[in-house]
């Protein structure tokens, strides 16, 4: 099992950046995949972006792609998201996972160990 928390989420103007952490307990950090998912009042948790364990490999949901980064340093256990060019509708509680590699990268069930999430509100 991993812990996990999230921090870096805030208040920010339309057009804005942030960059949320991702902090992970436990070894063997660099063997999982790890992905952001977030989720919005009244609506379903939907995925955000994912990453492999060695970070050779990407993936995005249509709606950020071109304006959300994934990174992740294994030597820190540490995950990112960096945010550019923001819209009010990105505005959700953010939440980092461990991926189980039973579901793929892109479905909430493929996820476990989930942190308590980091507010983002874009206003506009």
């Known amino acids: 099992q991993v812990q996990l928390v999230e921090s870096g989420g805030g208040l920010v103007q339309a057009g804005g950046s942030l960059r949320l952490s991702c902090a992970a307990s436990?070894?063997?950090?660099?063997?999982?995949?790890m992905g952001w998912f977030r989720q919005a009042p009244g609506k379903e948790r939907e995925f955000v972006a994912a990453?492999?364990?060695?970070?050779?490999?990407?993936y995005y949901a249509d709606s950020v792609k071109g304006r959300f980064t994934i990174s992740r340093d294994n030597a820190k256990n540490m995950v990112y998201l960096q945010m550019n060019n923001l819209k009010p509708e990105d505005t959700g509680v953010y939440y980092c996972?461990?991926?189980?590699?039973?579901?793929?990268?892109?479905?909430?069930?493929?996820?476990?160990?989930w942190g308590q999430g980091t507010q983002v509100t874009v206003s506009s």
């Open positions: 996972a461990r991926n189980t590699y039973l579901a793929g990268y892109y479905s909430y069930s493929g996820y476990a160990d």
């Open positions: 436990g070894r063997a950090f660099s063997n999982y995949g």
């Open positions: 990453i492999s364990g060695n970070g050779g490999n990407t």
